[in-house]
């Protein structure tokens, strides 16, 4: 089992930065990608970055590309994603999520530990 627990979001003008930070516990000893989701009110959940075990490969989504960073320090068990130029389009629930395979994958089904969510909203 993971637990995850997500952190830093809030509210930031259009424009702003946040850090949202994912902290896993359990079985961390095992080599796994991790990725955020966010969903928005009456929308899909919808993948936004992914990072695979040592960091040395990431997936975005277009509409995070060059905007978003998403990194990972193993020492920490945590991953991170850095959001610059925020736009209120961004507004959603952020989700962490692991996957034990590695694998970076956009779609929610394959991953099977999930955090609980950070409310990230910005306003224009």
């Known amino acids: 089992q993971v637990q995850l627990v997500e952190s830093g979001g809030g509210l930031v003008h259009h424009g702003g930065s946040l850090r949202l930070s994912c902290a896993a516990s359990g079985r961390t000893s095992s080599r796994y990608a991790m990725a955020w989701f966010r969903q928005a009110p009456e929308k899909e959940r919808e993948f936004v970055a992914g990072i695979d075990w040592n960091g040395l490969r990431q997936s975005y989504a277009d509409s995070s590309k060059g905007r978003f960073t998403i990194s990972r320090d193993n020492a920490k068990n945590t991953v991170y994603l850095q959001m610059n130029s925020l736009k209120p389009e961004d507004t959603a629930v952020y989700y962490c999520?692991?996957?034990?395979?590695?694998?970076?994958?956009?779609?929610?089904?394959?991953?099977?530990?999930w955090g609980q969510g950070t409310q990230v909203t910005v306003s224009s």
């Open positions: 999520a692991a996957d034990l395979t590695n694998l970076i994958t956009r779609a929610a089904r394959d991953y099977a530990y």
